[in-house]
């Protein structure tokens, strides 16, 4: 099936610095990913949509110059958070796109996570 | 934003038991999709229900979907202490099949052994 690894799982930086989430579609083309944050028991809030290729759009208050996103090529996406401080603190999701063989159906596979812990 | 309600919020049960969980939306859907997260992991995806279909069955899974009240079920039969996770309800955006999603607020599902 579709996978999506995302690295790292975990990472603890000090404020200030930047730190680099890749995720990978590994055995299919995604033209589109998705990033999400997540706050512990809550759901899932889309931070931004990335369409290989071209310029990331972004959510409405999520601010672009912070959370960089890059989507080279058709199975690697990362989100680069720079100057981090405590408040970026949260878990990390990204999604791939993929379409079903076929179908008018699309499928999402997610990644596994990224616990970004800033200190 | 996120849209979509999801009830309960939190379900704790016992092993055996069924669990029904609920979600609403408020835009018209191609398809309704039901994930499953484990803590501190990323999402699974359960099953998708089409919005001309009412009801659809996976293993212990039923999913119901009644467009007229905007709202979803999801049913687990006999359940396992391995079924406690969050459980989050998924639609596209602007009634598309492919659009970005939007997502419930979920519910967290503990099975006690």
């Known amino acids: 099936g579709a996978v999506v690894s995302q690295h790292p799982s975990w990472v603890i930086c000090k404020s200030g610095t930047s730190v680099k989430i890749e995720c990978r579609s590994l055995d299919f083309q995604a033209t589109t990913m998705f990033w999400y944050r997540q706050f512990p028991k809550q759901s899932l809030m889309l931070m931004a949509t990335?369409?290989?290729?071209?310029?990331?759009?972004?959510e409405q208050g999520v601010e672009k110059d912070k959370f960089l996103i890059n989507h080279a090529s058709l199975t690697l996406s990362t989100l680069t958070v720079t100057s981090a401080h405590p408040e970026d603190s949260s878990f990390y999701i990204c999604?791939?796109?993929?379409?079903?063989?076929?179908?008018?159906?699309?499928?999402?596979?997610f990644g596994s996570g990224t616990r970004l812990t800033v200190v | 934003s996120q849209q979509g309600e999801e009830d309960p919020q939190a379900l704790s049960i016992q092993e055996g038991e069924n669990a029904t969980m609920n979600c609403s939306y408020k835009?018209?859907?191609?398809?309704l999709q039901w994930y499953r997260q484990n803590s501190g992991r990323g999402l699974v995806h359960l099953i998708l229900i089409r919005s001309n279909e009412r009801e659809k069955h996976s293993g212990r899974l039923r999913v119901t979907l009644d467009t007229s009240k905007k709202s979803s079920s999801l049913l687990i039969t006999a359940s396992r202490a391995a079924d406690t996770a969050s459980y989050f309800c998924?639609?596209?955006?602007?009634?598309?099949?492919?659009?970005?999603?939007?997502f419930g607020q979920g519910t967290i599902l503990t099975v006690h052994p």
């Open positions: 999604s791939a796109r993929r379409r079903h063989t076929g179908g008018a159906i699309y499928g999402y596979t």
């Open positions: 990335s369409n290989e290729g071209s310029k990331a759009t972004y």
């Open positions: 998924a639609h596209n955006a602007g009634g598309t099949s492919y659009g970005k999603l939007t």
């Open positions: 835009t018209s859907i191609n398809n």
